[in-house]
Structure formats: structure tokens, C-alpha cells
């Protein structure tokens, strides 16, 4: 199993602020994707990068964007938070055929 | 467009009784499907994947799902439920640069 790894864990925010959250991997797999999952719901898909460019977007504002970095870690950024950013943040390295999913940031924006 | 629908947002099994949980989906070239499962406060785990081949595909703690295109189905099942499988559970479709597409989940309750 390809470990994932998030940070922080959780986090709160005001509405307005900007937010980094992390993710890393101990595999060399080189595409990682981000979702967004808001309480009750599935996880939507916000972008994905693959060697370092965002190859497919979601159905998400620019205020979200992201980065990834040569050794495949990577960094989901949004500004300008608003309350309906409060959700549970996945991060997931794709490889062999599947996705192996860290165990997400959880933001609340108050 | 890509979609999932989940029709049963809460499932109740008795332990040791037989599990289905529907997901139909909706895409416009041969699909590559999923099932996930999430634990409370937890990522998600693949359980099964479908990319083409035998229609029945084996996954991970007993579980299985079957790929029916003509009726745009991928149920899954599990012939006898465990207190440990209660869980969400997540369909989805897709995959590549579209990213995956999730249904919004089914929550299953094990009844001692």
C-alpha cells in the first residue's frame, strides 16, 4: 500500500483568509489529485498534476490552485475563504491503475 | 457529462446476512468503475476496481461487484456482512485527467 500523507490533520480559518494544506508520498508516482468532500457528500474532484502541471480541473474557482514539486509532494492553496470551503480535503497519488488516498485535512472556515 | 447515482443513502444488515448496494452511473465511453469505503474521520479505501474483462471482479475483505452495462450498473455485494464492514461507502467513475467522479455514498449500519 503507497502511504499518504497529509497535513495538518485539521485546521480552523476565517472567512477571508488564504490556506495551504500539504500532501507527500512515499512512492514515486507522479500524478496527484485533490477533492473536496463536504459533510455528507462525495468527494469532488478539484484538480489534478502530473509532472508538475495541472493536467484537469474540477468544477472549481481559481481562488483554488495548487502546486507540485519535483519529489511529487504537493500543496492545495485557497484564497479569499469562504464558509462553504469548510469540508474534508483528500489527497490522492495515482499509480498502477488506482488511487490511494491520504486521510485528509479537515478545514473548518468560521 | 460523467455521474453516480447511490439510491440507498442508509443500509441496515443484519450480521451474517447478504449485502447489495446499488450504483448506476452515467459516461460516455467505456467506464473504469470503483468502490470505495470510508471509515468516520478516515480516507478512503479501494475496495474493487473495474477497468474491462470478466464482468465479476473480486476485491479486498470479501467483497465483490458486478459490471452490468446494459443496465449501467455496478452493485456491490458481500455474502455475509461483519460488525467491522459498517462504513461508507462510495461508487465512482471515471479516472485520468477528468479525475474520479463519486456518488454521494451509502451509509451501512451492521444490527448485532
Known amino acids: 500500500e503507497t502511504g499518504v500523507t497529509q497535513s495538518p490533520t485539521h485546521l480552523i480559518k476565517t472567512r477571508g483568509q488564504q490556506v495551504t494544506l500539504r500532501c507527500s508520498s512515499q512512492?514515486?508516482?507522479?500524478?496527484v489529485s485533490w477533492y473536496q468532500q463536504a459533510l455528507g457528500q462525495g468527494p469532488q474532484f478539484i484538480f489534478q498534476?502530473?509532472?508538475?502541471?495541472?493536467?484537469g480541473r474540477g468544477n472549481f474557482p481559481p481562488r483554488f490552485s495548487g502546486l507540485q514539486f519535483p519529489n511529487y509532494s504537493s500543496e492545495l492553496n485557497v484564497n479569499a475563504l469562504e464558509l462553504d470551503d469548510s469540508a474534508l480535503y483528500l489527497c490522492?497519488?495515482?499509480?498502477?491503475?488506482?488511487?490511494?488516498f491520504g486521510q485528509g485535512t479537515r478545514l473548518t472556515v468560521v | 457529462a460523467q455521474s453516480v447515482t447511490q439510491p440507498d443513502i442508509h443500509i441496515t444488515v443484519s450480521e451474517g446476512a447478504s449485502l447489495e448496494l446499488r450504483c448506476n452511473y452515467s459516461?460516455?465511453?467505456?467506464?473504469?468503475l470503483f468502490w470505495y469505503v470510508q471509515s468516520p474521520g478516515q480516507g478512503l479505501q479501494l475496495l474493487l476496481k473495474?477497468?474491462?474483462?470478466?464482468?465479476l471482479v473480486q476485491g479486498i475483505k470479501g467483497f465483490e461487484a458486478e459490471f452490468k452495462r446494459s443496465q449501467s450498473s455496478f452493485n456491490l455485494r458481500k455474502p455475509s456482512v461483519h460488525w467491522s464492514d459498517a462504513a461508507e461507502y462510495f461508487c465512482?467513475?471515471?479516472?485520468?485527467?477528468?479525475?474520479?467522479?463519486f456518488g454521494k455514498g451509502t451509509h451501512l449500519i451492521i444490527q448485532p
Open positions: 490522492a497519488i495515482s499509480g498502477q491503475g488506482r488511487a490511494f
Open positions: 512512492s514515486g508516482h507522479n500524478t
Open positions: 498534476y502530473y509532472r508538475e502541471e495541472e493536467n
Open positions: 459516461y460516455g465511453a467505456t467506464p473504469y
Open positions: 473495474y477497468f474491462s474483462g470478466d464482468t
Open positions: 465512482a467513475v471515471g479516472g485520468g485527467a477528468d479525475g474520479l467522479t
